[in-house]
């Protein structure tokens, strides 16, 4: 029987419905993480970016492949760093903007977003490319039209798209986390031993990007159990996965065997008890933050529901599901709860799987409202796709708003506008935006007390004279001065970004507060800069006329 000729015209116009879509999808997550990834720059807001471009950049100065600092280990991404600046340094020497080494640093050293931009734009396009292994994820688990709803949802979370804007190891992680995933899938469909040695590749490299990303390896590991079990051998296969994975992870990463007193004392520093601020409350409290904050936050209330039935309708109607995507899914947020921290960047690697299960709850739900209305061809799924992913958008667009109005920088202009040339003003903040002004600034810097910031940067400081100074402290600002150093601080005027942390932080924090406490005796408090939801973003920031020194 001949088919009508007009069905068999719209082939090709169907064939190409979904890789449209998904450039779409792309676009749109690409420009969500482009839009406004230039905040506070040339300020440095969050406090860890330097840490990672600092490092990067004295690998290159020392032209090792020695990180010198494992915490994340973070190792994938500092090498990725410091490829970045070396091509902006290339591409700067060659096109003649920068006449020679010495004067490409200078240059840095004055407008630090020369590198940390390009920075950002690495780290958004790793966010992208989470959306991108997002599709092929759900169109492995159930056909393209999943795949794309939740790529969509995915590209355009909010939290997501935050981290994707910042120099730091969670997007990094998560790609690599996606990549085994999918492998694992691999690994339950066809269990070729290509798989599973790509599975652990991958594993190890997320491991190399950050330490609680070697969760991943349950993925593989469970797949290739379930199938060595049912086939009654393979077992060998199965010791392949994590065999490849520390492979992977000593290959990519091989000082942290080279350099193991570093990484013990650099583990020793982030496990913390206490942080002022982000102190968790008990598993039980910290999970239930985690789900209201974070992930309530970017999904929205109809997305969180759609993800807590998707999370459970999902896994019961799916086998590669149970064996492949689950462990990890599970057993991550339960790792991240039991911390004694809170970070809301630490729950981005489960963003993704969120996303998919968001999605399969609503496309199932639209299954069955399209056979419960006898019209099982109605493809609800997309406006309703499209209805929560433009209130998911919203909220990113919002929250971008917000970061292009950071406190910080009001205060940068109120400094401008009241305090008078030639004043001293003590910072908490890397605020490059101000520094080169007609004042002269002093930062806190744990036990050499408060340095002045034109000489530190004139001798280009180096992160290592960073992290000895402040010996194993959660923040370098006033509250982690050597109390003996002290008067080191006094200055005619002061930007207080972290004074609020230590005010509210109760007993715990006592000694850090009596350091302000102390300092600001008989102070004047000039404004009070404080974030405004829906416009701005940042601490409560303290703009304060210290009084003269006894």
């Known amino acids: 029987m001949t088919e009508p000729l007009a069905k068999v015209r719209n082939r090709p116009a169907r064939a190409w419905r979904v890789p449209l879509m998904l450039v779409l999808v792309l676009l749109l997550a690409a420009g969500l993480r482009l839009h406004g990834i230039g905040a506070g720059l040339p300020a440095l807001n969050d406090p860890d970016e330097p840490l990672f471009m600092m490092t990067a950049v004295e690998m290159l100065r020392n032209r090792t492949f020695d990180p010198g600092w494992f915490g994340h280990p973070g190792t994938i991404t500092l090498y990725s760093l410091a490829l970045t600046s070396l091509a902006v340094a290339v591409l700067g020497l060659a096109t003649g903007r920068f006449s020679d080494p010495d004067a490409f640093v200078a240059a840095v050293y004055a407008d630090p977003g020369i590198l940390f931009l390009p920075g950002r734009i690495v780290m958004a396009a790793s966010g992208t490319l989470c959306v991108l292994l997002l599709f092929l994820i759900g169109r492995r688990i159930g056909g393209a039209r999943l795949g794309l709803v939740a790529a969509l949802l995915l590209a355009v979370n909010a939290v997501h798209v935050e981290y994707s804007q910042i120099i730091r190891t969670d997007v990094q992680a998560s790609v690599f986390v996606l990549l085994a995933t999918l492998q694992a899938l691999s690994i339950v469909e066809r269990g070729k031993r290509r798989d599973h040695g790509l599975a652990g590749l991958f594993t190890g490299l997320a491991c190399a990007t950050k330490w609680p990303a070697a969760l991943v390896l349950l993925n593989p590991v469970t797949a290739a159990a379930a199938r060595a079990l049912g086939r009654g051998h393979g077992w060998g296969r199965v010791l392949l996965v994590p065999i490849a994975a520390a492979i992977a992870l000593v290959a990519a990463s091989p000082f942290l065997l080279l350099d193991y007193p570093t990484v013990l004392a650099n583990l020793s520093g982030e496990a ?60 991550f947020p339960v790792v991240i709860a039991g911390q004694a921290l809170l970070w809301e960047r630490w729950i981005v690697p489960v963003l993704p799987f969120a996303a998919l299960a968001a999605a399969y709850a609503l496309c199932g739900a639209a299954d069955r409202l399209g056979r419960a209305l006898e019209r099982p061809g109605l493809h609800i799924h997309a406006p309703a796709a499209a209805l929560l992913a433009v209130g998911m958008a919203q909220t990113s667009l919002i929250e971008t708003r917000e970061r292009l109005h950071d406190t910080r920088q009001a205060a940068s202009q109120w400094v401008r506008t009241h305090v008078p040339p030639g004043s001293t003003i003590l910072i908490e903040d890397a605020a490059f935006d101000i520094i080169h002004g007609p004042w002269r600034f002093r930062f806190p810097m744990g036990s050499a007390g408060c340095i002045d910031v034109a000489e530190a940067l004139a001798g280009r400081i180096r992160y290592s004279n960073v992290e000895e100074a402040r010996a194993g ?71 304060v006329a210290l009084a003269p020194r006894e």
């Open 272 to 331: 913390r008890p206490l942080h002022p601020g982000s102190t968790g409350g008990g598993f039980l409290a910290n999970l239930l933050w985690y789900i209201t904050h974070p992930l309530h936050g970017s999904l929205g209330g109809i997305g969180l529901l759609l993800a807590a039935v998707g999370a459970v309708w999902m896994p019961i109607r799916n086998r590669a599901v149970r064996l492949a995507v689950l462990p990890f899914a599970l057993a």
């Open 473 to 543: 402290s959660p923040l370098v600002d006033l509250g982690h001065v050597d109390p003996a150093q002290l008067d080191s601080c006094r200055t005619d005027f002061a930007i207080l970004t972290h004074y609020d942390r230590y005010a509210d932080g109760g007993q715990a924090f006592r000694p850090q507060f009596e350091r302000y406490d102390r300092l600001l005796a008989g102070a004047r408090v000039h404004a009070v800069i404080r974030p405004v939801p829906g416009e701005s973003s940042g601490p409560n920031v303290f703009l």
